[in-house]
């Protein structure tokens, strides 16, 4: 992204991380999701308050984000900011997330999402640039 649009990034960064096995991986954020975990981050913006547009990327685990966005987006007022999402899937496309974002995003606008297969992933380029032009990004 950061070299397509020049913007600012961050990385939302479990201080207990899942697995890097991915089988065990979609356990844990399974579990996670039955339990409605926060998990903690290793660190969070001072401010999002500079931000008019955030793109916000993840995996879609279980038909939705990973709980450490919902840890991240609950700590931060998005009034009058817009969330693009986009995430990596396996078939379930954007699932709930779009819907699960405006829920854990106060005041946020939630703009569409694009989903892109995990096995497409690395030749996505394309599609992702369009999807900046789409939405004045680029």
Do not use: H
Not at 28 to 56: F, G, M, N
């Amino acid at each position: 992204m950061k070299e397509l649009t020049g913007a600012d990034t961050y990385k939302i960064e479990m201080k207990e991380p899942y697995s890097p096995v991915y089988m065990t991986c979609i356990d844990e954020a399974k579990k996670d999701k039955q339990k409605k975990a926060r998990p903690e981050l290793v660190s969070y913006p001072d401010s999002i308050d500079e931000y008019d547009t955030i793109v916000l990327g993840y995996p879609n685990y279980w038909g939705t984000f990973p709980m450490a966005v919902a840890t991240f987006l609950e700590r931060y007022d998005f009034t009058g900011k817009t969330i693009l999402p986009f995430c990596t899937n396996e078939g379930s496309g954007m699932g709930s997330s779009e819907s699960d974002i405006r829920k854990a995003a106060r005041g946020a606008t939630v703009g569409k999402g694009l989903a892109i297969t995990g096995s497409q992933a690395a030749d996505s380029k394309e599609a992702v640039k369009e999807w900046f032009v789409l939405n004045g990004l680029i």
